[in-house]
Each structure stands twice: as structure tokens, then as C-alpha cells.
């Protein structure tokens, strides 16, 4: 143990499966087409994990990805503190023995084939073995964990990863549970895309030692993890799970897909982790009494998890909706209305300081048009800024964002003049624009939505997204991120109200 | 009037809007930032435009844009066919009468300042004028057209665009009607992302002259036309409208949009198109009525709008989902079944049959989870036709789309061995993988949606896209596209017993 790990407040069991100090991995090989094992391998290499902890166990290669191979565990001349086991599932209990025997505490089993294909024999076996030599493990039939921040600060930009999806997201403070590797991984890509920052990522598998109720208890209690994203198939232990998450929820927001509930998920789902799901109404009342934030859209899950990310909770249910066109207005504003958020008339007092600031074509009302508008000064501080002023508010959307150098390459190539104010240099524009603004959400606690329909690949948008500002490609998730946020911190009051 | 015009089945008096021989503008300069004109001028410049038939009118200026402008409309020496007008209202009439003198017919107001912000008057001195000189206009309030398809094929690739918005999509087959500039333009780089395919879009405004009714007529007709995209903040002309649209409806599908109906968005829409917005119900039924597939949702509407492009209507509401991972299978079912359709067992036989291309720990059911799955061909290719042959499915969604090149770069840079069988060249790829595709869903009329989470900047996704191959980035969007797609089905069947 270094002296980092002890110092850390995370004396929990579960800290060594993301924080390994050294790794076996039986079942990796070279041949990346054909095995799960070898890209597994290849992305815990590529992380930065330290290449002389790593040990590949193989009956026949001597050396795999360029790191020497072991035939037996046994072998080793030190006790690796975690095995990641990708084998066939036959073989998956003379393999825990083994490790077992080496003297290795803590196990991830990749390994599918078994009770979620009938296979209850092997599932008992393996839950045997562990008993005798104590060993705690995730899975079978799971990709395992991801942790952006593994060993930090000790180690300042290694990851951990042992899924097979290569790509990973930014880091962040969201961590995310999972009964699903496709939910705990394959949205890595679109993560990156969308900003969605994510710290740690479990694939739990069928939950036959370690289950979503540890995991809960561990990320309560991670100093890294602001919010906690989860997906279920079925809960084993469900009170516990309903009493952890009542606590947890008002410190860090959850949010829950449940994927059960229905004849052809239900079937999907006992060949999947071999669980019996529960009725889905059962789920939606444990969401709503717990405080969940559900939802069973991927990328609503998303969204959320992105929106609560920022840690700007807003006092009210209250909108204001800018646009620089008419037409998006009126969709969020009906949007809104309808999930229950309130979008005010401006008071008269607002109406008249808003005045200098709108063209004379437009009208000043809640939906704000601003008609064509080029002044970004106004657009992205000035006006906001008098919006969360007056205290008629509780969240602002403001739809404008236009990437400036693609407008103004536009404006070049079309033989059109240059614009001075804006041909200042990238940086200039941030501390012109971006960091008033995060001082303005992070004073007021009301949070601006930018919408810019050039898209997240756009640069200026990514800056944005650098800055952790909100920005969105078109208008329908802003008007259902504010309404979550809405939604839990009416949860949030009502629970207050009901503890004193 | 050229040969070409003549012999086009559009004697539609809208065509000319669409596809005008030339072209003045008034109120253009080269102001980029602080007018729309200057960008209204670029984009039809840049759209190919015979620069010899774009007249600007200016009172002051000589030149703009590298054109020579005019100081009146009355010193040219053609007659231009439309006009476009983007000028403070109160000049709008004066303008409009010399207009009429010169003996044009055709005009498109942008200026906005009517009777949305309560110029009612006004509205009413330029309904006078254009009834004088027997002028049809679209606006005001408005930005007018784009036409990728102009002149179509006397040019080949010139398209006409009178909006501010610079981004272009690719052309298709999707025509919009929007009395919002916004959603008639402003989604245009999403689309070009997304593959949403436009090939026209109106944004309409204030509806003084010609409305939505007009252009759906229009395009009712227009072979160039095989979906309508609508965006209605009110119908001026409610039972014309129902009654066309249940005529078009079985030719070609309308996706639509009302913005109208909760007291925001009627504020709203008072002061965007100065129009009174109806009751939420009443649209509700209108759309139910007439078979308009509906939403509030902008993503959701492009996503129906390049469903429906592919021209493939599935015969029932009968999913099969394949996966390469369970828990994106668990949750499409779940919101499948939510939605009315079916996600049936596989008959005993299917499972026989699709035994061989399963790993040996997977589970043979609807959903088909294959686990990790690297065999593209089966993947792409004979499990969806084996599927599509038992003839137990209507529509087929496939997770798995993994972009070769960036898995070919990942296993090389990692030391891996170069895979012989996927080195091939991408053109071969298309042939091997996407024409097989193809084929397979025009001949059996059984839609394909595949997903690939690398998203769509991904090389392999864009060639997905250029092939109108339906590909997703995540599994919420393809069960509601399929979702529309059987539920216009179904609409259409149920129609076709009524007209018996």
C-alpha cells in the first residue's frame, strides 16, 4: 500500500478494483479480431497502468503485446492485487482457484456463459471458490471498470480501463453503474462528442458477489464522483438499494434507466445478466420515492448526466427562453409548459431595461425573439446577465450560439470586410465571453443553456464544451435538462421540508 | 421561359419562387454582421446563380458583392422574375409599388415588423398593392426559399438559397414548409450531419399572400418531392389544409409540427408570425385525422423526415433487434413495446437457422444478443437476410456498425497483426458490405436500421450516409423511427379499407 492510498478517504472495498496497484489478465492474446481479451488488454497498456504490474497469463504465449507471458498465476513472483479474467466459462473456476491459492483478493470475470445461458452450476461453483479464499469479484458476463482517475494525483493522466471499447470521454465527475457494458462503454464516443465527462464507469455484470448497492456505497462516498448514472435490469437487493439511494440523492443526483418491465425486454434481459425483471411499475414508484431522476432514453441519460455534472441546481421552475429566431421560441416554450416548468411574462420594469438591448422589430416578451442579432456582446453577457439580475428566473436558455470563425471565413471568402472587434484571437474571445459567463451561473446558481446549431464539432461550440458551459446542438434537451434540474430541486425542497 | 421549364410538369404559379430565370434584391450591401441582406445576396451568389441575372437594387451603393447594383428597379433593363425584399417595413410598400411597375410578379418579403408586432396597417397597404399589380408573395417575415433542385437539369449543380443560413444539407428528396425561418434553415448543418437530405425548404412567415395550403398543393405535385416536412404555428385556411392533406398523405408522407397551444408558446407566436395560435387538441385531431405523423420534438422531426425519405414502408408493426451487446437490445425492446409494436419470438426454425452464425454463449431470441461479434459479414449481411426471409419481421434494427478503419488503426498502432480480409479498400467495402445492403431492402421492403456508436463523423457511418442507408449513433432514435414508419402503415392500410 503507498502512503497516497492510505491517505485517501477511500478505505472502501471497492477502491482496489479501480485503483489496482498490479493486474493479471488471463484471456488476452494478439489476435485483436477475434477475442475480446486482446483489446482489453491492449486498452489497460494504453491507459498508462505501469507495463512491469501488468501480467499476461497464457498456456502458451511467452509473450503477449509485447509484455512477457505467464503460464500459470502461480508463477508470479508477486501477488497481482486484481485478476481480469476473459476466458471460456468452463475454465473460469480452476482459474479463480488459482488465483485463490496465489493469494489475490479481488476478481473481474468477463467471462459470459452462465446463468444468463442457463449455466446456474458454473455460477455456484464459482461463488464457492471465492468463499473459501475470500475473494470479492464483478460479474461474470461484465466489460469490468473504467476509472479516469486511477491512483490520482499519484499518477496524473493514467486511466484504467478494462472494457474493450478503446475509445474513452474526458474526465469528469460523473461515474456511472451499469448491468450493461453497451451502457457503462459504448456511449464513450458520443461522450467525447457531447461533453459528457465521466470519472469512473462499472460494467457490473450478473451481480453474483458485487452489486449495484456496493457500488452506490462506494460512489456516495467518492470525493471524485459528483453524480452517479445507473442502469437496471433487476435489483437483487432492492430495500437496501431504496434506503441507500434516499440518502445518497441529496447529496449527489442519480440517474436511473430501468430496462425491465416489458414481455420482450424481460426475455432480453434473462439472456443478457439472467435476470427475472420486475414489473415497471414497481421501478417507476422505487425511482420516484428515492428521488431517481429516470428516464429510458440513452440520450436523455446522457444529457442528465451532463446537466447535473455542472452541480448548479436552480432554486425554481421558472424559464426564460432567448432566441435570435422565433420559431425554436415557440417549440421550447410549448416544450417547457408542458413538462409543468413555467416560462413568466417579463415585468414591465424588466420589459423597459431589456429595451436597448432588442431591435426595434422585435418583441419584448418571454419567449425573448431578438430577431437578427450580431451583437454577442449583448447576446451572451448583457442580456442574460439582466435576466438573472432581476430574480424573475430561475434557468435561461438562450439560442444563438454561432461559431465566429466559421462566419467570419465566410464573411472573407464572400469578398466581405473585416470585422476588427472579432478578429482577436481565440483566447481574447474565451475572457470576453466564457469565463464572465461561468462566473455568472456560478454566482447566481441560475444556469444558462447555449444552444449553437453548427453542431459540437463546430470549434467555437467546443469551447464551450471545454469551458463546461452547456451548449446544445438543437432546442429540445435544453427544455428537458432545466425540467430535470426543476424536478429535483423541488425533490430536494420537499425532502427538507419533510426531515424537519 | 425556356423549353425545360415548359416541358416540367410545374405550371404550378409556385414554381417560379423556386426556380426564378433572374433575381433583384433589394436592401443587400456589404454589411455582413449588421444585415441579413449581405448574407442573403452571398448565398445566391454562391449558390451558382447566373451572376448576369442577379439585379441588387440600392439607393447609394454602385457596386455589391462584385455586381453592379441599380438605384431603382425601374432603370433595369429586364424584367427580373421574383423579387426579394429585406428592408425596414415602412419602405416595404413604396418599394413593392415600383415593383409592380416594372412589371414583376413574384416576390419574397423577409422584412419583418408587421403585424407581429401590430403593424397592421401596413400589412394591409401591401395586400393593396400586390392585388393592383397582380403580385403573389411569400412573407413578410419571412426568409424565403432554398432550391437545391433549381433549374434541375438545365444546372446541374446551382441550388437557390435566399436564406441567411450559409450551411447547405445535401440534396434528397424532402421538401419543408415552415412558417419559421428557423426550422426551415437554421437545422441545416445538423442535417448535413444526420443525412437529412432537403431538396427544398420555405420559410414562409406571416402568410399574407401565399400560405402553407399553396406550397402543399405544390409539392403535392412535384416529382422532385417524396416527403413534406410542415411546421404550422396556425392554419389560416383549416379546411383546405385538411382536405389536401388527406389527399397528399397517400402519396406522400407529412411529418409535422405544431408549435401553438400552451400560453407561452402563444405569446410567442403572437410575436414571431403575429399569428393567433389554436387549441392544442384541435391540432392534435387535425393531424390524427389527416394521418400527419406528429411531434414537438425538432430531432425527432428530422429523424421522421429522413426515415420517410427512403421511401420503404415496412407491411406491419413486426421488429426484430440484433445486437452485439445486451443492454442496448433490453432497452429498444422495452421502448418498442411502449410504443404498440411487436418484438416477437423467433419461431423454432428462425432459431435453428440462426444458430450457426450465433457464438455458443449467446441466447437465440428477439432480442439476438451475439456478444462480441466480429464477423462482419455475417453481421451486415446474412443474419438480417435470414431474418427478413423467415418473413416473422416487418422492420429490423442492427447494433454493431463499427467503423473498420478506426478498429484497423486501433489493432495496427497497438501492435497487432494486419487482418488481410478487412485491408481491403473502402470501395470494395461498399461492394462486399453496403450494395448487398441495399438491394436486400428495396427488394423485400423490409426496413434496416443500423447503429454505430463511433457517431456520425465517423468515415464508415458517413458511407452508411452517402449510401441512404438508415445508421444511428445511439437506439433511441431508430424504435421511433420505426415506430412512425408502422404507424403510417397501419394508416394507410385502414385508409385503403375506408376506400373500398
Known sequence: ?????????????????????????????????????????????????????????????????????????????????????????????????????????????????????????????????????????????????????????????????????????????????????????????????????????????????????????????DPQTSVIGIYIEELKRGREFINLAKKVINEKPIIGIYAGGTEAATRSIRGHTGAIAGNDRIFESVFQDTGIISTISIKDWMYYLRTFSSGIIPHGKRLGIITDSGGCGAMMAKAAEKMGLQVPEFSDDLKLRLKKYVPEVANIDNPLDLTFQFNQYNLYIKIPKLLINSGELDGIILYAVFGFEEVLDIIKSSGGKAYDEFEISNEMMKNIYLKPIQRLIMKKRVPIFYIGPQGYHNPWVREFIKANIPVFELWDMPVKCFNALAKYSEFKKKNLKKNI
Chains 1, 2 share one sequence.
Not at 30 to 55: D, V, Y
Not at 177 to 183: D, L, P, R
Open 1 to 221: 500500500m503507498t502512503e497516497f492510498k492510505e491517505n485517501l478517504l477511500n478505505k472502501h472495498f471497492l477502491y482496489p478494483f479501480l485503483n489496482p496497484e498490479s493486474i493479471c489478465v488471463f484471456g488476452a492474446n494478439n489476435e485483436f479480431l477475434s477475442t475480446m481479451g486482446a483489446m482489453q488488454l491492449r486498452n489497460i497498456i494504453f491507459g498508462g497502468f505501469p507495463k512491469n504490474k501488468i501480467f499476461p497469463i497464457h498456456p502458451k504465449l511467452k509473450e503477449i503485446q509485447a509484455l512477457k507471458a505467464y503460464e500459470n498465476v502461480l508463477e508470479l513472483s508477486e501477488i497481482p492485487e486484481l485478476a481480469l479474467i476473459i476466458l471460456r466459462p468452463k475454465i473460469v473456476p480452476q482459474v479463480l482457484e488459482e488465483c485463490g491459492q496465489k493469494g489475490i483478493k479481488y476478481a473481474i470475470i468477463t467471462s459470459g456463459g452462465f446463468r444468463e445461458v442457463g449455466n446456474v452450476d458454473l455460477n455456484k461453483k464459482v461463488a464457492q471458490i471465492a468463499a473459501k479464499y475470500d475473494i470479492r469479484f464483478i460479474g461474470p458476463n461484465c466489460l469490468g471498470v473504467y476509472n479516469s482517475w486511477y491512483r490520482y494525483p499519484e499518477y496524473k493522466d493514467t486511466s484504467l480501463n478494462t472494457m474493450w471499447i478503446y475509445a474513452t470521454p474526458e474526465r469528469g465527475n460523473i461515474s456511472i453503474i451499469a448491468q450493461s457494458g453497451t451502457v457503462a462503454s459504448h456511449i464513450f464516443w458520443i461522450c467525447r462528442e457531447m461533453g459528457v465527462k465521466i470519472g469512473k464507469a462499472v460494467s457490473i455484470g450478473n451481480e453474483d458477489n458485487i452489486d449495484t448497492v456496493d457500488f452506490l456505497d462506494f460512489f456516495r462516498n
